[in-house]
């Protein structure tokens, strides 16, 4: 079973291509006109063993946050559309890191309905090009394109560095979980018979 999906959004305020296979080694190419941003999505990548290649643009003379949304939103959709019908899955991942002083915990629930908890305080600063709320606005845009249940909590934390990098790395390991084979698993996990809104 081949779980790849290629996605390309194109707006008159950004172009995002994703190419996604959820079976992976954690081979990343990514290339966003904001360096952190890119080191954020290469995290996810690695950690979630998924190999994944972005290429972004946008108009980030105005600033980041339509090209950060679109590429959360447009991963989203790559990562939905590979699950397919989402039959075998595990569709439940979380998981809690530590990086340095930071913890943080990430909660998932591949459901087909959108919901997105954000409890992770960040003063308003930047780290290089990349404003921290924009870490948020990633997130909830994930949740939107994937149509999930996403929920993510600060612990412990001072650094805005590594409070950010490790929501990534944390995201990774809920989703590489949420999205793997489940051996147990014949059907679609869901009473219902689907994970589809």
Known sequence: MTRRAKVVRETHETRIEVEIDLDGTGKTQVETPIGFLTHMVEQIGRHGLFDLTVRAEGDTHIDGHHTTEDLGITLGKAVAEALGDKRGIRRYGEA??????????????????????????????????????????????????????????????????????????????????????????????????TLTE
């Open 96 to 193: 809690t890191l530590p990086m340095d002083e930071a913890l943080v915990s990430c909660h998932l629930d591949l459901s087909g309905r959108t919901y997105f908890v954000f409890r992770v305080p960040l003063p308003k600063a930047r780290l290089g090009e990349f404003d921290t709320e924009l870490a948020e606005v990633f997130f909830e845009g994930f949740a939107r394109g994937a149509q999930c249940n996403l929920h993510m909590r600060k612990i412990e934390g001072d650094n805005l560095h590594h409070i950010i990098e490790i929501a990534f790395k944390a995201f990774a390991k809920a989703l590489r979980v949420a999205t793997e084979i489940d051996p147990r698993q014949a059907g679609v996990p869901s009473t219902k018979g």
